[in-house]
T-cell receptor, first 112, second 112 residues
Framework: KQEVTQIPAALSVPEGENLVLNCSFT??????LQWFRQDPGKGLTSLLL?????REQTSGRLNASLDKSSGRSTLYIAASQPGDSATYLC???????????FGKGITLSVRP | DGGITQSPKYLFRKEGQNVTLSCEQN?????MYWYRQDPGQGLRLIYY???????QKGDIAEGYSVSREKKESFPLTVTSAQKNPTAFYLC???????????FGSGTRLTVV
């Protein structure tokens, strides 16, 4: 059974810091990995999608990497801003039914 | 703009009532999903459908029912058999294949 882990559950950093959010998964036979952002009481916004054949994807200040063999992904946020404060979830797509399995998320707080 | 519309945003249910949550998408996506989100538990899959008039149970289907009569619509009914329905419900869709998910803005259901 696929399990996705995100540690720590919460993170607080000062504005301007570059930071890395980690995600690990137990079964490397995935189709892709997706990073989402969730603001309190809101739905999920897709940030980056990395296919299993890719190593990384970039969008603005965000860069996500994927090491499928070791079961790890990282989301790099450059020059963090208070507006980046949110919960970040990673999810992997795998299995015959293309099931998406989520981690529990990392709640990020960027202090002004 | 294409997207997923969930309604209502907030819903209150009395004990013993059935309630239906609406999910409509205009993305022409084949697959649609319902997830439940509880604090500290992450997202759990309730039901999914990959084609009209067909759907499958997810990990926590007991007490829920769905229908898929149209490609654009995938309503979720929370029945009186669901013992703990208070949660945040998220609908998602995606094209078939190894593509990413798009989520709606969610419905918060509270039992009163």
């Amino acid at each position: 059974k696929q399990e996705v882990t995100q540690i720590p559950a919460a993170l607080s950093v000062p504005e301007g810091e570059n930071l890395v959010l980690n995600c690990s998964f137990t079964d490397s036979a995935i189709y892709n990995l997706q990073w989402f952002r969730q603001d309190p009481g809101k739905g999920l916004t897709s940030l980056l999608l990395i296919q299993s054949s890719q190593r990384e994807q970039t969008s603005g200040r965000l860069n996500a990497s994927l090491d499928k063999s070791s079961g790890r992904s990282t989301l790099y946020i450059a020059a963090s801003q208070p507006g980046d404060s949110a919960t970040y979830l990673c999810a992997v797509l795998a299995g015959a039914n293309s099931k998406l399995t989520f981690g529990k998320g990392i709640t990020l707080s960027v202090r002004p | 703009d294409g997207g997923i519309t969930q309604s209502p945003k907030y819903l209150f249910r009395k004990e013993g009532q059935n309630v239906t949550l609406s999910c409509e998408q205009n993305l022409n996506h084949d697959a649609m999903y319902w997830y439940r989100q509880d604090p500290g538990q992450g997202l759990r899959l309730i039901y999914y459908s990959q084609i009209v008039n067909d759907f499958q149970k997810g990990d926590i289907a007991e007490g829920y029912s769905v229908s898929r009569e149209k490609k654009e619509s995938f309503p979720l009914t929370v029945t009186s058999a669901q013992k703990n329905p208070t949660a945040f419900y998220l609908c998602a869709s995606r094209p078939l294949g190894i593509y990413g998910y798009t989520f709606g803005s969610g419905t918060r259901l509270t039992v009163v």
